[in-house]
């Protein structure tokens, strides 16, 4: 499914399988380093890497491509706010009766143009997708053709609308001691990091023109892609470019710049915990899962579900410990929790026009 193209695929590593190991990939201290640097913002350039680390250019580009073509790093997202693009996100969870109909429903899910994200899991709910659409009634056809083709073997679903998510970080790839160390504050080139430092979003509005959707379309599944490149595209100069770009980022349509990792390949589980609570100091929560190493994305939902948080451990244990300092952080107000674990990422993308 999607083999040929990068669409933002993971295919997790079995651990389990004959002859592999608890880690497919070694990573050493500089390793881990240049990939806590690039999930900070995977447009730092190789120069300032190397500066950084105080490594030779080359050494560092040749560290990111063992990491490339071992499979372990798939490649750069640019995170863009859907509803600055005017797009509405709903999340859909599917339990099925059997597993029989999955590897039909996901072919078919994968090929529907507005199917935005597409994983298979493990736990209250087999399927996850995300429609991105511009209208409800747009949602609804399409969410209403799925159930209309599937209803033999769908035993239940639960739809929420996403109201915002975002990216965390990697902080459990390096100890806090090491991560003290190393900044991400480049500001020259084409990082765009002073303008998602800037706090002063309203000085560029979000009224994009159709080269403004050109360059989100190239830079969303290849978040490191040149200057250069992309003028040679769009027919502007390099200037027009970084204005646009930088003007995207102030506005807060492009959020963040990101590389996608197997992390599984590194022997952490992928776990999806949906949370509810009851008179959330959200300030708090935020500032919970932030620093906290092992998770690493949310997203705030508007349905049965209040959030969703992704956290990656390297055994039960691990995972439980987390989830016992969030239900006693937040004792008072978390009512319930659902954990999920997470097969594969068959498709990441975000809709752009």
Not at 43 to 67: D, F, Q, V
Request: proline share 1%; aromatic share 10%; net charge positive.
């Amino acid at each position: 499914m999607g083999e040929n193209k990068f669409i933002g695929q993971i295919q997790e590593y079995n651990r389990y399988a004959q002859g592999s190991v608890a880690e497919a990939i070694r990573l050493d201290l500089t390793d881990r380093k240049i990939l806590y640097l690039l999930h900070k913002n995977a447009r730092l350039s190789t120069t300032y890497l190397s500066k950084e680390l105080r490594l030779k250019r080359e050494t560092i580009a040749y560290r990111i491509k063992r990491m490339t073509d071992a499979g372990f790093l798939h490649g750069y997202l640019t995170m863009l706010d859907h509803r600055k693009l005017g797009f509405k996100n709903y999340r859909v969870c599917i339990k099925l009766k059997t597993l029989t109909e999955e590897k039909e429903m996901l072919e078919h899910l994968l090929n529907i143009p507005e199917v935005m994200r597409l994983k298979n899991c493990s736990g209250s709910y087999d399927i996850q997708l995300v429609f991105s659409v511009r209208h409800e009634e747009e949602f609804l056809m399409l969410f209403d053709g799925v159930i209309n083709k599937y209803h033999m073997n769908i035993q239940g679903y639960d739809v929420m609308q996403i109201l915002d998510e975002d990216f965390l970080g990697m902080s459990l790839v390096l100890d806090e001691d090491e991560r003290k160390k190393i900044n991400a504050c480049e500001r020259k080139g084409s990082t765009f990091q002073k303008e998602f430092d800037s706090k002063a979003t309203s000085e560029c509005d979000a009224k994009l023109d159709a080269k403004d959707l050109e360059i989100l379309e190239m830079l969303k599944l290849d978040g490191r892609i040149g200057v250069k490149t992309i003028c040679q595209k769009v027919g502007l100069a390099p200037n027009a470019v970084k204005a646009r770009i930088s003007c995207m980022a102030k506005s807060g349509v492009i959020k963040r710049f990101m590389p996608l990792a197997s992390l599984s390949m590194l022997g952490y589980q992928w776990w999806m915990v949906f949370l509810k609570f009851n008179n959330l100091d959200k300030k708090k929560f935020s500032t919970f899962i932030e620093y906290n190493p092992n998770i690493l994305w949310y997203m705030r939902l508007l349905g049965k579900w209040d959030y969703q948080i992704s956290v990656f451990a390297k055994d039960n244990a691990e995972f439980h410990k987390v989830i016992d300092e969030l239900r006693t952080e937040f004792a008072e107000n978390m009512t319930s929790y659902d954990p999920l674990i997470i097969f594969n990422q068959i498709k990441y993308v975000q809709r752009v026009r």
